[in-house]
DNA sequence: TTAGGGTTAG
């Protein structure tokens, strides 16, 4: 038998994790002792036979892959019976959760880890390993690192991946020592690290800025003849151009080249996004050139960058250029290539420009987004255009898009008398 | 499989 239980509504949003959340959290009935943990399979005949208004569907994983919502009912579903979650219900949850592509939510994890410690059940090697995962995802290393702490208090050997994961959080958040330490244990445990495993070292003394370990890391790749993959260069390039020393990344670009790496568009985006951010918009045409000497083509996120780039320095005309070209690549923009270039033009006070955009965006068959919106939004209160505007606000409630009600405050006084206009503009229209 | 990166407003 493989069947799952969801209460009604077996597609409601991941909102509804919340509410199954808050029953999952109950505490547990009385008899629970009396009740042997039980697998999710086993769950389907005892709900069905207390009548639960209950839909029975497909609970091989992949259909509860992406769905935590799904997972989470089923658990709040097992506290309703009074049933103990197994080993296996917790790992369907984390699997769930690590599946969905967004991170995931630090209190839901929390209040996950603290409702498997009430239930007494020691978790294995699996469920230790998802949740390091799971909480490095988060960005919660601490958790992750206690959860490191437990395994090894139980004598368990965690899973390499699990490890590298909570490396790459620690470097994210700065903590290059720790992700050195962690590094160093892998070797402990008898595995070698192989280009992975350096790539998340390397992604934390990137982020850091600390070049000089950065390229230690390469050195000690080579004298342990681990092969550099286009990553390992990326992060690498990235960095170096960061700190301004272009020759060197372009070397890299040539290192690249010469050990058979193809560079690829992100490299080059992020090359420009570092140009844009130092104000030399000018080299977006050198980038573009050395973009095409290694026979890259332009992907639709460089041609974002390099849009965003002119539009921020003003040069609205090289930004209707880089648009067109990337028309004519047979790249079809997407919602941020229309964002970026409306707010150009709205920065510029090219309004009537930004309206004409926005109108094209829509012509296209695109739906504006929460960004779109704001941005036309600052236009028409530049423009003290207040009908249009309370237009646009009740058709971003139309489609369940919340403003952001605290940078508008903020704008308000910049809207040259327009202050008490734009508050009786937020004040009718209802959210 | 020892991850998996980039862009838009404020």
Excluded at 44 to 62: E, K, L, N
Excluded at 379 to 396: A, D, N, V
Aim: aromatic share 8%; glycine share 4%; charged share 20%.
């Amino acid at each position: 038998m493989t069947m799952l239980l969801l209460s009604p509504q077996p597609t409601t949003a991941f909102s509804a994790a919340a509410s199954s959340l808050s029953r999952l959290l109950l505490p547990l009935p009385r008899h629970n002792f009396v009740v042997p943990p039980v697998s999710s399979l086993a769950i389907a005949a005892v709900s069905t036979a207390t009548g639960d208004p209950i839909y029975a569907v497909d609970s091989r994983p992949s259909a509860i892959n992406s769905r935590p919502d799904l997972a989470l009912r089923l658990l709040a579903l097992m506290r309703r019976q009074g049933l103990l979650p197994d080993q296996q219900n917790y790992t369907l949850v984390l699997q769930s959760l690590l599946h969905s592509p967004d991170p995931p939510d630090p209190s839901l994890l929390s209040l996950l880890s603290s409702d498997l410690r009430s239930v007494r059940l020691e978790p294995d090697a699996r469920l230790l390993s998802d949740l390091i995962v799971a909480f490095s995802r988060a960005a919660d290393p601490d958790a992750a690192l206690s959860v490191l702490a437990q395994t090894q208090a139980q004598g368990i050997t965690p899973k390499f991946s699990a490890a590298v994961e909570l490396i790459s959080a620690l470097g994210n958040s700065g903590r290059v020592d720790e992700a050195e330490a962690i590094f160093a244990e892998l070797r402990h445990w008898g595995l070698q690290p192989r280009t992975r495993a350096y790539n998340a070292l390397l992604k934390g003394y990137v982020k850091t800025g600390a070049l000089k370990d950065a390229e230690q890391v390469l050195d000690e790749m080579e004298h342990c003849s681990v092969a550099p993959d286009e990553r390992t260069y990326s992060l690498l390039i990235d960095a170096y151009t960061n700190a301004g020393r272009w020759e060197s990344a372009r070397i890299l670009i040539k290192e690249m080249e010469m050990n058979d790496v193809r560079p690829n568009s992100y490299v080059f985006s992020r090359i420009l996004a570092s140009f844009r951010d130092k104000g030399e918009w000018q080299r977006s045409f050198a980038v573009l050139r050395e973009m095409r000497n290694n026979g890259i083509h332009p992907d639709r996120h460089f041609y974002n960058v390099m849009i965003d780039a002119f539009g921020k320095y003003n040069c609205l005309h090289h930004a209707m250029d880089a648009f067109d070209q990337m028309r004519a690549d047979g790249i079809v923009p997407d919602v941020v290539t229309w964002n970026t270039l409306i707010d150009a033009h709205s920065k510029a006070g090219r309004h009537d420009q930004a309206m004409k955009l926005f109108e094209e965006m829509e012509m296209s068959g695109l739906a504006p987004c929460t960004t779109t919106f704001n941005i036309v939004i600052n236009s028409l209160g530049e423009q003290e255009r207040w009908e249009e505007m309370k237009e646009l606000f009740q058709r971003m409630r139309e489609k369940g898009l919340l403003p952001n009600v605290g940078k508008f405050d903020d704008a308000a006084p910049l809207y040259t008398g327009g202050r008490r206009s734009f508050i009786s503009v937020m004040q009718t229209t209802h959210f």
